[in-house]
Each structure stands twice: as C-alpha cells, then as structure tokens.
C-alpha cells in the first residue's frame, strides 16, 4: 500500500473516530441527560426517614393516659462513618465500642446509605457536641423522634405494655415493609394489640449535601419531601379515676381486679400486681434494670388477670347450679341433702356445716359443699363441660390484649389423655363441682362469666378500645365486639342471681360487705393451693337490680374469699357506682368465714 492511500485510510478512520466520539457526547448530555442527571443528583442527596409520632390513649372521659414528648437519637451513616471514630462515639454516648460495631455490621448493602439508630432520647449537650464536630464526626448525626410519657398517677403497667426496638426475626416476618432496624415495634398490652393504628404512617425528608456530606439544606425547596402522618389515637373504656383506686387498693399485694360494665362488655378498671413502671422501657432501656424486672421472682411482668389458671373454689357453684339446670338433673325448686360431709368410695368430703335438704339458691348462700359434691356426679363430665364452654371456659375471651390463656377445662378428651383411656374414675367430678381439682381459670374469663349472669344470659367480649380516631382526618372508627346470648330460661337466672344476693344480704359468707346505698350481689371463693397459702377469690355485681358494673378480685396466697377479694370488689363497686366518690374499703373489714 502506498503512502498515499494510507493517508487516506488513516484520515477516515480519524473522521470516524471523532463521529462515534461526538455521537456518544450528544447521546450522554442530551438524549440520557434526564437519567444520569437524577443519578447524579441521587449522589448529592441525603434521604432521611420520618418517624410518625404514636397514637396517643384518652380514658373513657377525655383525659389523656399516655402522651408522647420529643426525644433526639443518635445516628451513625455506616458508608459515610470512619470506623475509627467508634472508641470516640461510643464513650459519648456510655457504651462499649462493641455495641456501635454490632449495630454497623447489621446494615449490609443499600442500607449502608441509611441511618442508623444508636442511641435513644441523648441529651442536648451530646447534640452540640455533634453540631460543632460535623466536618470530623462524618456519618454522625441525630433525628426527631417521640417517646411515650404517662401523664396519670397509676401505672397501667399490664393494660397499656410497652415498646422495644424490633428484633430481627420481627424484621424477617413482618408483613410487607414498613419497619426497618432501630424502628420501635409494641411489644406487650394495648401498645401491641393495635400496633398498626398507634404506628402511623413515615414519611421521608430529601436533604442536599455536598462532597463532604454536610447538609446543605432542603432538597428541591422541601417539594419532594413526604410528611409523616401520626398514629391514631385509642379511646379506651377506662375509668383513670377508678383505675388509680384499684391500684391503691392492691398496693403490695399479689393477684388482680377486673371490672366491667356487664352491659356492652366495656372495661372499667384492670389491676395485676406486682407489676412496674413503664418509663424503664422509653428512651434507651437500661440492660441491667430490663433483666432485674423479667427474673424477678414475683413475675411482675406476667398479667395474673389475663395469663393465671387458677381453681376458682367457690365462685364456680354458680357454675354448675347451671349445668345442673341446663341437664335437667335439678329443677330451680328441687332439693339436695347436705348432712355436712359427703362420702364416695373410701373418701370422705368435708362440708362447712350440715344445712338439711336445701335447694340450689340457698346452696349458693351458704356455699353448700355436699350440694355441689353430689349434683357434680348427677350431671357426669360432659355435661359439665358442655356447659361450662356455654359461659366461654376453655376458651379465650377476646380480650384486646396479646398472651391471653384459655384456662383448662377437663374432658373425657383431657382424663384420657392424662390418665389413660378409661383409666381415671367419677371420684374426680366430686372436687370439680367446688371448682377444684384440673380446672384452671383467668379473672378475666371470671369477669365475663359473672357479668353474663347478671345480664341474664347476655355474654359480651370484654375490650379497652371503645372507638379508634384518625389524627390527620379525624375520623372515627367504632370498633365491633361479640355479643351473643345463652339461652336458658329466666327463672334459671332469677335463682342464681338470687342466691348471690344472699350471699352478700342474707346470711352468706360476704354478709361482711353489705352496703347501705348499694344493693350488691357475688360470690367468694376459697382455691387450695398445693404449694402454699390458699387463693382468694370474689365475683359479683351491682346493683342488683339494674347492673352496671361486675367485678372479679383474685388475691394469690390471700387466703379465704371473704378475707381480702370480697372487701376489695366491694370497695370497687361503691366507688364506681358514686362516681368515685365513695372510699368503703377498710383491712379491718374482713371475717373469716368459709366458703
């Protein structure tokens, strides 16, 4: 090849050269402008989280019961961090340096470009410390959040629970994508129950930042940004004035209250004690104090009214008066022989006194035992149990709560089980008919029970939230629980019923805490307790004619029922009823008298 056609050769391979290079330039600055530019711009902007403030929660009178205050937490960029920072940050805020490395190595690809939470509710010395080292203290900063505040004189400890940071199982199961690491999730009570109302929705804030990562100011004039939209708040069916004398009333006690109104089902008051202040668990929890409190011997985390299986003695012969009703092994008038003790088979059953031939509503005076001992042999197992699970035993109540125990109510299914198919004998159903033996009950299912009697039959779902209210629109959305009805004829209700009355008004064994103003009907309850002091029980309801509120009082290791619940119910009905006015309760206002 001559030299002239390599000239020529060489100038149109240059030519085409400059062509492909000035067609890439147009491609790049003016057909892919708009793609590479929000590339570029996505490199200059910070994206920041939003996390909506909680709903708050409003007794059934308007006052607010859990509020929210503003709290600054401390971040860490992981792409942005110099790792060898972390001796530094981690003395600012009180922690070993492994507990940053920890939290860092959980950020793995894109959320190494996302915040992450290190530390809750720093004070503002920390943050000026921060502002003032921004250039040297790269990927360190902090966010706005919220945290729970109780603006009440009782602790509410089992009723309104607790949040904690999400766990990574949590993250892992959730469904969808709302929370990330660091997010605070409810963890116990009404704060889990309706997590997805109290949580709100976030919202995000795009911030512009130089090539030092310092925040230059709002992104597009704020256009971009999302608003976070707060929680909606709970309007609960609770009386905060109640619930403060409730908690008085069990101050250094063991066991728990529960009241209702009978009428719709709605909660009134809900005690169970020991039990712990809930500000350990806002902010940044303290280690040391979380772990006292969950291996506590007296379990002052656990909900003896929700989560207990006791036997409920006495207060169950209401029970099996209508087992015997509904069977037909009874009638409302017919009579049984109670000589004082009961034997079956090489075993003798003691009664508390010889009452002659009584029917079942001066049996329920009295709290006969032989009464019971034999109509729980007339009636066989399963009809105890058919209908026992009438009254909702064995089963959960629906309570708005999270953990609730559904008891145990034996069966042929159960005996079988335990001891053997056909291996177990009719002796068993003699302590059951006093509410002893396997049987196993909450006070919340004790609640809903009395509270069915009372109403005649009519069994509501025991719940807090009367109505949810979205803060950002104000709308109000009025929650549905169950009603149904147990269908038994009038006269069964009017004899039972009768016979609590008497309990209280007659010569029963709450005659201890009758009351002048008000007319107030129950039943006390005495559970042996294998493992030491017996179990205190009470349910009842007032007034008599016209109900409005129904109670349960469990004390554990309290002794007879008369003793320390039937004082305590008492004085909780009264107060109630007076529009909390009323104090009747007094230690000395007790004899011992068994039931």
Not at 166 to 175: G, P, R
Not at 473 to 482: A, D, G, P, R, V
Request: hydrophobic content about 35%; glycine content about 10%.
């Amino acid at each position: 090849m001559d030299s002239a056609v390599r000239k020529y050769v060489f100038i149109g391979i240059s030519i085409l050269a400059v062509i492909l290079l000035i067609t890439r330039l147009v491609q790049l600055q003016v057909v892919q402008e708009k793609e590479f530019g929000k590339e570029s711009q996505k490199n200059s902007i910070k994206k920041i989280t939003e996390t909506p403030a909680r709903g708050l929660m409003f007794d059934r009178n308007g006052k607010v019961l859990v509020d929210n205050k503003p709290s600054y937490t401390l971040t860490i960029t992981p792409f942005q961090f110099d790792k060898n920072l972390i001796d530094e940050v981690s003395s600012l805020i009180g922690e070993e340096p492994g507990y940053i490395k920890e939290l860092l190595s959980k950020a793995k690809g894109t959320n190494r470009f996302n915040p992450v939470k290190v530390k809750r509710d720093i004070d503002f010395k920390l943050i000026s410390y921060i502002e003032e080292n921004r250039e040297r203290l790269k990927g360190v900063s902090y966010q706005v959040e919220s945290l729970r505040y109780y603006p009440i004189k009782f602790r509410g400890s089992h009723i309104f629970g607790y949040n904690g940071e999400i766990t990574e199982k949590q993250l892992e199961e959730q469904d969808g994508t709302y929370y990330r690491q660091g997010d605070l999730v409810g963890s116990t009570g009404l704060e889990r129950y309706y997590e997805t109302y109290l949580r709100g929705e976030k919202g995000s804030k795009l911030i512009s930042v130089d090539v030092n990562g310092r925040e230059v100011g709002p992104y597009n004039d704020g256009m971009n940004d999302i608003k976070a939209l707060n929680g909606s708040d709970l309007h609960l069916s609770l009386d905060a004035d109640l619930q403060e004398y409730a908690e008085k009333l069990m101050l250094n006690k063991r066991g728990a209250i529960i009241a209702v109104d009978p009428r719709n089902g709605e909660i009134l008051c809900m005690v169970s004690k020991p039990d712990f202040d809930l500000s350990i668990f806002s902010g940044t929890p303290d280690a040391k104090s979380i772990a006292k409190l969950f291996s506590d011997e007296n379990k002052p985390v656990f909900n003896r009214v929700t989560q207990t299986k006791y036997p409920p003695g006495s207060t169950w012969k209401m029970m099996m008066g209508f087992a015997g009703l509904g069977s037909e092994k009874i009638t409302t008038t017919s009579t049984i022989a109670c000589g004082g003790s009961f034997t079956f088979g090489n075993r003798t059953f003691e009664d508390h006194g010889a009452y002659g031939s009584i029917n079942l509503t001066r049996a329920l005076e009295v709290s006969a035992n032989v009464f019971f001992y034999k109509l729980s042999l007339m009636i066989g197992l399963d009809n105890y149990t058919k209908y026992s699970k009438m009254f909702g035993f064995g089963a959960r109540t629906g309570i708005d709560l999270p953990h609730e125990t559904s008891g145990l109510l034996p069966s042929t299914a159960y005996f079988n089980k335990v001891y053997g198919q056909n291996k177990w004998g009719q002796g068993l159903l003699v302590s059951l008919g006093i509410g002893q033996g396997e049987l196993g009950v909450s006070p919340v299912q004790m609640v809903a029970y009395v509270s069915a009697i009372c109403m005649d039959g009519i069994y509501n779902q025991p719940h807090f939230v009367k109505k949810v209210v979205n803060q950002t629109t104000s709308e109000e959305k009025m929650l549905q629980f169950t009603q149904r009805k147990i269908d038994f004829p009038q006269k069964y209700y009017d004899a039972v019923k009768k016979g609590m009355y008497l309990v209280v008004n007659g010569t029963g064994t709450a005659k201890n805490i009758r009351n002048s103003e008000y007319i107030l009907a129950g039943k006390t309850g005495t559970a042996q307790n294998p493992n030491g002091n017996n179990h205190s029980w009470f349910v009842g309801y007032a007034p008599y004619g016209d109900p409005k509120i129904a109670v349960c009082v469990l004390g554990e290791n309290a002794g007879w029922g008369n003793q320390f619940a039937a004082p305590i119910a008492a004085a909780i009905m009264v107060r109630y009823l007076s529009g909390n006015s009323a104090d009747t309760y007094s230690e000395s206002n007790v004899i011992k008298v068994n039931d």
